[in-house]
């Protein structure tokens, strides 16, 4: 339901998928933009040409660990990545992250710092 929610929020939606089908329900539920992530391995750059570079201001993660690094990509300065699965086979100490991250409901949060020219 996160799409449903999203669309009833007023939300512009991108929805990933590997199926044309599933895409195409996604769109009639209210996607603005669907990429298939088969056809579109790196979908988060389509996500930034979508939003002029900018990115999204929440993603849905539900990949885990394979697809983390491309959800945090795919996110704006200070946009929100929701872990809510994981889904994909990746191994290594990122699983573990993304699954103890998930049972425990933590934030992480990035946080920068240094002089105001870095962060400008």
Request: aromatic residues 4%.
């Amino acid at each position: 339901f996160g799409l449903q929610l999203a669309v009833a929020a007023g939300a512009v939606v991108i929805a990933t998928s590997s199926s044309d089908e599933k895409l195409k329900i996604a769109s009639k539920l209210g996607a603005k933009h669907v990429i298939n992530y088969k056809t579109h391995p790196n979908w988060e750059e389509e996500v930034l040409r979508i939003t002029n570079g900018q990115g999204v201001d929440h993603v849905l993660e539900v990949g885990g660990q394979g697809t983390l690094l491309k959800s945090v990509a795919a996110a704006r300065l200070g946009g929100h990545v929701h872990l809510i699965g994981f889904v994909s086979k990746d191994s290594g100490q990122a699983g573990a992250l993304v699954e103890k991250t998930i049972m425990k409901a933590t934030n992480l949060h990035g946080i920068q710092i240094g002089s105001i020219a870095q962060c400008v």
